[in-house]
């Protein structure tokens, strides 16, 4: 089992920071004069993690990716606690790759790599599109 440690120091008002276990750290702040919200937070840890997954499936597939990104967006609940009902990644990449293979890299993230999404799988309902530019 892995153990990952993290901390969140608190730097008045409604800003705090973020520390991981290797000292490299984020600011997340309600105001949005500055930072980042927690939830923008976990939609970007979502985003991240598939994006590895993803990334590296391809690459093992031998598939050349020459630009890549993902548009996340996700819908909150009016009541509390106001977490995501409904969230959906839309993957966009560049380069001449096989549609079938993306397909499956993205399937294989969802259902067997990525940690992050499915954690949030049992409350909310995860879309996944993708669309290729050569």
């Known amino acids: 089992m892995e153990e990952v440690k993290t ?19 984020l600011t997340m702040n309600l105001d949005l004069t500055e930072g980042i919200k927690p939830t923008q937070m976990a939609l ?5 993690c598939t994006a590895i997954d993803v990334i590296t499936t391809l690459e093992k597939m031998r598939q050349k990716v020459i630009g890549f990104e993902i548009e996340i967006a996700g819908i909150r609940r009016d009541v509390h606690p106001r977490y995501f009902e409904e969230i959906t990644l839309i993957y966009k990449f560049k380069g001449e790759l096989d ?10 993230s969802k259902e067997k790599y990525c940690s992050v999404s499915n954690m949030f799988e049992p409350k909310a309902k995860i879309n996944y599109k993708f669309e290729i530019e050569s």
């Open 7 to 25: 901390k969140v120091i608190w730097q008045g008002e409604k800003k705090f920071i973020g520390v991981n276990q290797y000292g490299s750290s």
């Open 99 to 108: 549609p079938q293979k993306v397909e499956k890299a993205i399937k294989l």
């Open 44 to 48: 970007i840890a979502i985003g991240g």
